[in-house]
């Protein structure tokens, strides 16, 4: 079995099942999903290398969770499945932001070579550097980029270092002083606030203009950075 991850959507439980299994047997990872809202949540609490999608879907249809995809990372490849033919239809899902489009029924043998081109130009546009993702905020380690729904923020040098920690520790509440410890390499001055200044920083510049926040105040104990079931 290849490290290839891919995420089906298709609520057609017998297609469903039959490209799992055939897929599997040409060593790609699959994860189900017979909706569109669960399709979304496996989205975001995973790393795929691919998604195909059947555009109607329960719940978040196709072109809805291509939508939401793209919002969260415009280099996953993503292929459509759907019975529509028309031409406005595939307009509408590649203006949507999809890489490929097949319509059923179609042959195993076709998506599979789909699938192999998709995955090389993937891996041939691959962006430099290791990412983290957590929900839509994104960080490049190598680079030092870092995204929030496709939005570039621009952080300093120690800005980046303590949401890298948080982020490397996420769902954990860290104390001030694992900040301390971990981002400055001192042990913690119980009479400064410079964390709390700078977790303030981060907020400001990560969560200020998002409804969802990710970085949350635990009482007592110190900071988290949640990610979103």
């Known amino acids: 079995m290849s490290d ?18 055939g897929l599997e047997e ?12 669960i399709g979304k949540k496996l989205f975001d609490q995973n790393n795929y290398d691919l998604v195909i999608a059947d555009i109607n879907v329960p719940g978040l249809n196709g072109y809805e969770l291509l939508k939401h995809i793209r919002l969260i990372n415009q280099q996953v490849p993503v292929l459509l499945l759907t019975a529509l033919n028309s031409t406005e239809d595939k307009i509408e ?15 195993f043998a076709e998506l599979v070579v789909r699938i192999r081109a998709l995955l090389k130009r ?10 983290i993702r957590v929900n839509d905020l994104v960080i490049n380690l190598d680079s030092k980029e870092v995204s929030r729904a496709g939005k570039p923020i621009q952080l300093t040098a120690k800005e980046f270092q303590l949401l890298e920690y948080m982020i ?3 769902n954990r509440v860290v104390s001030r002083a694992d900040i301390a410890l971990n981002v400055w390499d001192i042990d913690f001055d119980t009479g400064t606030n410079v964390i709390d200044v700078y977790v303030n ?19 007592g104990m110190g900071y988290v950075l949640k990610e979103n079931s």
């Open 4 to 21: 290839t991850r891919i995420l089906l959507v298709e609520d057609e439980k017998k297609i469903a099942e039959t490209l799992k299994k």
């Open 26 to 37: 040409q060593q790609y990872q699959i994860d189900l999903a017979y909706d569109g809202n």
């Open 93 to 107: 899902g590649f203006n949507t932001g999809a890489d490929d489009y097949i319509v059923k029924p179609f042959d």
């Open 122 to 131: 993937a891996q041939h546009n691959a962006p430099v550097g290791k990412s």
């Open 168 to 170: 490397k520790n996420k």
């Open 201 to 219: 920083f981060l907020r400001k510049k990560i969560d200020r203009d998002y409804e969802q926040k990710l970085i949350h105040t635990q009482v």
